[in-house]
């Protein structure tokens, strides 16, 4: 059974920063990862996606690598912005059907 | 385009009502289906999903049940709710290029 964590859980920081979300994953036979932002009370909203073939994605100022065969994925966000705050999930999928396991996520606030 | 809805918002039942919430999808044939529920501080957890009419996976064992009426309309349902089931429920599609999350509906169980 999947199981996914994510650390830290909760994370501070001044606007204008860079940051790194991490993500660990037991099974390491995904068919892909996804990122996600979840503002408070909200649904999901896709960041990226990343095959199990590919090591990294790129949109605007955020990357996401995946190292499948340690479990790991990050997600890193450049020159953070008060509007960056959310709760940022990761979410591998299997193969097959792709179900997505889901961490509790890290929750972002961006002090102006 | 290729959207997904899903309604109500936000809900309040009494312990032992019924409920029925409903997620449809359009700008696609034939979509794979998820029910998620995120609890208050918990990860989100697959309840249900589809991969064609009438075809229902159930992930965990609760007091829900889902169905597939048609192509693209995911309905979940309880005849008895329960405290324990109040949360954050969420409809996701699975497309090519990942999945797409439906806005929630927040059930309050009183």
């Known amino acids: 059974k999947q199981e996914v964590t994510q650390i830290p859980a909760a994370l501070s920081v001044p606007e204008g920063e860079n940051l790194v979300l991490n993500c660990s994953f037991t099974?390491?036979?995904?068919?892909?990862l996804q990122w996600f932002r979840q503002d408070p009370g909200k649904g999901l909203t896709s960041l990226l996606l990343?095959?199990?073939?590919?090591r990294e994605q790129t949109s605007g100022r955020l990357n996401a690598s995946l190292d499948k065969s340690s479990g790991r994925s990050t997600l890193y966000i450049a020159a953070s912005q008060p509007g960056d705050s959310a709760t940022y999930l990761c979410?591998?999928?299997?193969?097959?059907?792709?179900?997505?396991?889901f961490g509790t996520g890290t929750r972002l606030t961006i002090i102006p | 385009s290729q959207t997904i809805h899903q309604w109500p918002a936000t809900l309040v039942q009494p312990v032992g009502s019924p409920l029925s919430l409903e997620c449809t999808v359009e700008?696609?044939?034939?979509?794979?289906l998820y029910w998620y529920r995120q609890a208050a501080g918990r990860g989100l957890q697959l309840l249900f999903y589809?991969?064609?009419?009438?075809?229902i996976s159930s992930e965990v064992p609760q007091n829900l049940s889902a169905s597939r009426p048609q192509d693209r309309q995911f309905i979940l349902s309880s005849k008895k709710l329960l405290l324990s089931d109040s949360g954050f429920y969420l409809c996701?599609?699975?497309?090519?290029?990942?999945?797409?999350f439906g806005s929630g509906t927040r059930l309050t169980v009183v």
């Open positions: 990343i095959q199990s073939s590919q």
């Open positions: 979410a591998p999928g299997d193969f097959g059907n792709e179900k997505l396991t």
């Open positions: 589809s991969v064609g009419i009438g075809q």
């Open positions: 996701a599609w699975r497309k090519i290029y990942g999945y797409t």
């Open positions: 700008g696609t044939s034939n979509p794979n």
């Open positions: 099974d390491s036979a995904i068919y892909n």
